[in-house]
């Protein structure tokens, strides 16, 4: 936790000027019991002044008490202004650092926390932190001051009363600290539902098309009702049990309160005395109660704070290592490379291929088969478990990320486009030149439509560009992978809703346009890899053929299989 607290450090200032203030408006809210009993026993019950002197004493008295009064409620208004001032800031800043580290954790990072986990941590674990913080500054001096202040106050005023509170204020701190201690448990619980709760969330925002389609919707409420109705069960739990604290303590505070009244009957204590153990015991029970809440919130928010630490803790730093190199007349080469995303078992299995630059590579296979992880291993984002893969015949590992991923124009699988114009959306913070920009677009096949839209390349797309059709999607998505001119460009599943036509001008504008430049292309249609220099046919992480078009026809039964039921009865594809 301290990684955490460390963030409030900038601001110790404001947190310091709030805490003076706090307790300023503390000490004065101490007094009001004292200036009450002068006033009913040294004023009012005292049978030596006359009553104009009795009304002048009992205004004194009275503005005094208004003014301690004024002292503790603006003291503490303007401390918490401070505090909610200091602990916002505080989240603010750790969540920006949170954020940052989150981009640049790598792939098998990211794997390992989960994405929904990592949303929660940014959301509610730092909100849970802000909440402690916050509440500790408000009441963490306040507390200690009311209770340690009021109990000395009053063994000044009258030994024997003072220890009956004494008494009940550990009665009180022990049964609140159980009740906690019981709820704090559950709290966690509710924590880890949470995230659940985000993930379902999550998915079905992400899936929302698919769930339609499939007629899904009812079924997926039916789910998502589950998981809420489990997180408001759980957090019903958790309150129930917290709830029984105030009402546990408010019996034990009228039951001292009787107690109080008997012991001062008993020992003809003064009715200003009794009046004003009254207030003390309302005022040290209430610091009592408002103590353990801190102590629910600091539980929670240290837990939070753990869970934000733990990704602040990851290692990003780059390693960059020392491979043996490959043949420098490739520009891509997979040497007898497994890899596996879970350790158990491999999702590639000994996969060897070499293009050089200029050629198109063509992966084909079903869905699963892993022709994403060849490019999320090409592209470094993971690590091989054995083998090696060079880039211009040096290991991906003894790249810097940075100068490895420019030689890259990737589009990848159900990429994103940003809320944002068709221009900013293929440039993407690049500063191309609208030369540049402008060759991609008329490769990617995208020139018609974006000159149909209002404002061309002006014009807006909405959030994850749903104002724009799938195919034309693909196109601005081929565009910004192209319009850097890349050594090697990659196209993940790219023309799945590219017309046969438009594939195929795209296919004819590539080699014309980007000659030099090594491509990568993924397909589920023979049609879009046919002409590839070297087609790998994937099955289950195996590579079951790899040749060329003719050649795989010769030798590999299931890409005759697939090229046969792909086309048309007279031979054309359809
Ligand atoms: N991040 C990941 N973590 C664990 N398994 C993964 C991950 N990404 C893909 N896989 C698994 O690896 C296999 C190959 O996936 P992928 O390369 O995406 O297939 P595709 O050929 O459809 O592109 C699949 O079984 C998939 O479930
Ligand atoms: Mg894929």
Known sequence: MTKTLRYIKPYGGTVALGLILKFFGSVAELFLPLLLKWIIDGVAANEALNSDQKLRWTLIFGGLMLVCAAVALLGNIFANRLTVKSSGRMTHDLRYDLFKKTCYLNSAQVDGFGVPSLISRLTSDSYYVNQMVARTLRLGVRAPILILGGLILAFTQDAVLACVLLACVPLVGVTVFFITRKSIPVFFEVQRKQDEMVRRTQENVTGVRVIKALAKGEYEVGKFEDVTGDLAATEFRANRMMSLSNPLATLILNLGLVVLIAVGAACHSSSGTVLEFLQFFTIILNAMIALTKIFVVISRGSASASRIESVLDMDTAETIQNCPAGDSRYKIEFRDVSFSYNGVEN????????????????????????????????MHFYDVNSGQIFVDGRDVRNYPAAELRTKFGAAFQNDFLMAATVRENVDYGRNLSDEQINRAIDCAQAREFIDGLDGGLEFDLAQKANNLSGGQKQRLLIARALAASPEIIILDDSSSALDYATDAALRKALAREYASSAKVIVAQRISSVKHADLILVLDDGNVIGAGTHEQLLETCGEYKLIYTTQMGAGGEEY
């Open 347 to 378: 999702n590639l299995n000994n996969v060897n291929f070499a293009i050089c630059g200029g050629q198109t590579l063509g992966i084909i296979g079903a869905t699963g088969s892993g022709k994403s992880t060849i490019i999320n291993l090409l």
